[in-house]
């Protein structure tokens, strides 16, 4: 998934269009959606600005041109900000390293007017320059962007010029269960006024710095029934929670604005803190309901549920076969469906167009024991070209075989795009049977660890060739949602935002 500026989540299994509280664009403000809010503080006083904010958006192959206009007041109308600009993004797509880079600028029709206090601040220049790189892992994008801008706006026409230096950045992630997007953004203002007939000159300095969030998760809990002449006992409810959060310190002169006079005191500061949060109304979807007969009352009932309930076990038959090994293709196609990393084409694969157009390109399988028609193939092909698996040879995956515990961890760990974060080589893991552990594995191994998703047996071996069994993969896979959920939003928004 593609994030410009706001973040945008294309659920896979409900709500197939959704507004998320988000920060658009780089003005440093949030909305919901519905209502924008932003704080201005080019007269030297915070002013809570509110009101509407439009952005329409056009994709081109290789560009974006994204279009914002706002219409805000404050909220005793005394204060109007009107402004509207266009953002032109070429997108550079590396598709052998799986990343993107995307460079923007403003068109030069920007226009921006404020009226406040008796002064009208009109835009006279907007320099701008962003760029940002996104991260394509199987299951996760990561992006990180840098801007830079110089606004300059005239006092009512020619009395004086205010100058706002910007600066800023931006990192995230963008997954199925959730979205983190984090702007750090500082401004350096600069206010000069001349003196007239009936006012002062007027000079000063002020700064800002603004730590904004917007998060996305769903969450998935079971809920039971109350009644007992029902033909199920309960079913899993998925909810989508959203909020944007912001927080900004400033460091301004102490301003007196009456009807006749605009007063400074550069010597005695106003230094403080707003902070703001905006939150959508929780969305909710009714999942599948669970109906395996062999799982009941099965130590990993609770982890089998919740992945039948999202469809990422299929519901063909009525036993599960929780203490039967996993295969390898069984696996892929669980996990590449816990994480929405499955291939556009696959509901489409028994359509007679689709079925002619591969005839035609005589499409040939990147494993000799994996055959085109099989009901597997469009799943593990994908998740090959997206560089989550391998074969266990050049030429064969070995889709009926069972997986074994190192492979398994592997393919969550490099789902994630996270097998970097190990050490260099010649460390050792934290299991007793470290030395059983295959190289290409050892550095998965050590990360899943440290994402609390693994944890060696009661003699400390984490066994890495002994095969998977049906329910160990669910509670495997479980865990690792839960990672992505929780760690990933904990390490964004609290690590970056809450303790600046």
């Given at each position: 998934?593609?994030?410009?500026?706001?973040?945008?989540?294309?659920?896979?299994?409900?709500?197939?269009?959704?507004?998320?509280?988000?920060?658009?664009?780089?003005?440093?403000?949030?909305?919901?959606?519905?209502?924008?809010k932003e704080?201005?503080?080019?007269?030297?006083?915070p002013?809570?600005?509110?009101g509407?904010?439009?952005?329409?958006s056009?994709?081109?192959?290789?560009?974006?041109?994204?279009?914002?206009?706002?219409?805000?007041?404050?909220?005793?109308?005394?204060?109007?900000?009107?402004?509207s600009?266009t953002?032109?993004?070429?997108?550079k797509?590396n598709?052998q390293?799986?990343?993107?880079?995307?460079?923007?600028?403003?068109?030069?029709?920007?226009?921006?007017t404020?009226?406040?206090?008796?002064?009208?601040?009109?835009?006279?220049d907007?320099?701008?320059?962003?760029s940002?790189?996104?991260d394509?892992?199987p299951?996760?994008?990561?992006?990180a962007?840098?801007w830079?801008?110089?606004?300059?706006?005239?006092?009512?026409k020619n009395?004086?010029?205010?100058?706002i230096?910007i600066?800023?950045?931006?990192?995230?992630?963008?997954?199925?269960?959730?979205?983190?997007?984090?702007?750090?953004?500082?401004?350096?203002?600069?206010?000069?006024?001349?003196?007239?007939d009936?006012?002062?000159k007027?000079n000063?300095d002020?700064?800002?710095?603004?730590?904004?969030?917007s998060?996305?998760?769903?969450?998935?809990?079971?809920?039971?029934n109350?009644?007992t002449?029902?033909?199920?006992?309960?079913?899993y409810?998925?909810?989508?929670?959203?909020q944007?959060?912001?927080r900004?310190?400033?460091?301004?002169?102490?301003?007196?604005?009456?009807?006749?006079s605009?007063?400074?005191?550069?010597?005695?500061?106003?230094e403080?803190?707003?902070?703001?949060?905006?939150i959508?109304?929780?969305?909710?979807?009714?999942?599948?309901?669970?109906?395996?007969?062999?799982?009941s009352?099965?130590?990993?009932?609770?982890?089998?549920?919740?992945?039948?309930?999202?469809?990422v076990?299929?519901?063909d038959?009525?036993?599960f076969?929780?203490d039967?090994?996993?295969?390898?293709?069984?696996?892929v196609?669980?996990?590449s469906?816990?994480?929405?990393?499955?291939?556009?084409?696959?509901?489409?694969?028994?359509?007679?167009?689709?079925?002619s157009r591969?005839?035609?390109?005589?499409e040939?399988s990147?494993f000799?024991?994996l055959?085109?028609?099989?009901?597997?193939?469009?799943?593990?092909?994908?998740?090959?070209?997206?560089?989550?698996?391998?074969?266990?040879?050049?030429?064969?995956?070995?889709?009926?075989?069972?997986?074994?515990?190192?492979?398994?961890?592997?393919?969550?760990?490099?789902a994630?795009?996270?097998?970097?974060?190990?050490?260099?080589?010649g460390?050792?893991?934290?299991y007793?049977?470290?030395?059983?552990?295959?190289?290409w594995?050892?550095?998965?191994?050590?990360?899943?660890?440290?994402?609390?998703?693994?944890?060696?047996d009661?003699?400390g071996?984490?066994?890495?060739?002994?095969?998977l069994?049906?329910?160990?993969?669910a509670?495997?896979v479980?865990?690792?949602?839960?990672?992505?959920?929780?760690?990933?939003?904990?390490?964004?928004?609290?690590?970056?935002?809450?303790?600046?």
């Amino acid at each position: 998934m593609k994030r410009i500026f706001a973040s945008v989540l294309v659920i896979l299994m409900f709500l197939s269009s959704t507004v998320y509280a988000q920060v658009p664009g780089t003005e440093g403000g949030l909305s919901d959606g519905y209502e924008y809010k932003e704080y201005v503080f080019i007269t030297g006083k915070p002013m809570l600005m509110t009101g509407a904010l439009n952005v329409k958006s056009s994709n081109r192959r290789d560009s974006i041109r994204t279009t914002y206009r706002y219409t805000l007041t404050n909220s005793d109308n005394t204060a109007k900000l009107t402004r509207s600009y266009t953002v032109n993004t070429d997108v550079k797509e590396n598709t052998q390293k799986h990343q993107t880079i995307e460079t923007s600028n403003l068109d030069k029709n920007c226009r921006e007017t404020i009226k406040a206090d008796g002064n009208t601040y009109t835009l006279d220049d907007y320099a701008f320059s962003m760029s940002k790189v996104t991260d394509n892992k199987p299951a996760v994008d990561y992006f990180a962007g840098n801007w830079s801008g110089r606004k300059t706006y005239t006092v009512n026409k020619n009395q004086g010029r205010v100058t706002i230096d910007i600066e800023g950045k931006t990192t995230g992630y963008d997954h199925y269960w959730g979205s983190t997007e984090t702007m750090d953004i500082g401004q350096a203002i600069s206010y000069s006024k001349s003196a007239t007939d009936d006012a002062k000159k007027v000079n000063w300095d002020g700064s800002l710095h603004e730590y904004l969030s917007s998060t996305n998760e769903k969450t998935l809990d079971y809920i039971a029934n109350d009644p007992t002449w029902i033909s199920f006992k309960g079913g899993y409810l998925l909810q989508g929670k959203n909020q944007g959060t912001a927080r900004i310190d400033y460091d301004m002169p102490n301003v007196r604005i009456n009807d006749d006079s605009y007063t400074v005191d550069n010597r005695n500061r106003n230094e403080d803190s707003i902070s703001y949060a905006m939150i959508e109304p929780v969305t909710q979807q009714r999942m599948l309901i669970p109906e395996y007969r062999d799982t009941s009352g099965h130590w990993s009932e609770k982890d089998i549920g919740r992945l039948a309930s999202l469809n990422v076990f299929a519901h063909d038959t009525m036993n599960f076969y929780p203490d039967i090994p996993m295969t390898r293709a069984d696996y892929v196609t669980s996990v590449s469906k816990a994480v929405d990393m499955l291939p556009d084409t696959t509901d489409k694969r028994y359509n007679r167009n689709t079925r002619s157009r591969r005839n035609k390109d005589k499409e040939v399988s990147p494993f000799d024991d994996l055959k085109t028609n099989s009901i597997y193939y469009p799943t593990i092909k994908n998740a090959y070209d997206k560089g989550f698996i391998n074969g266990l040879s050049p030429r064969r995956f070995g889709p009926d075989e069972y997986i074994d515990r190192a492979q398994a961890v592997t393919l969550l760990v490099r789902a994630a795009g996270l097998e970097g974060l190990a050490p260099n080589y010649g460390y050792t893991t934290q299991y007793a049977d470290d030395s059983r552990i295959p190289l290409w594995a050892k550095d998965s191994i050590y990360v899943a660890s440290k994402m609390g998703i693994i944890q060696g047996d009661s003699r400390g071996r984490i066994n890495p060739g002994d095969s998977l069994t049906r329910a160990e993969a669910a509670a495997l896979v479980n865990r690792y949602i839960d990672y992505l959920k929780k760690d990933f939003q904990k390490d964004y928004k609290d690590g970056i935002i809450n303790y600046k």
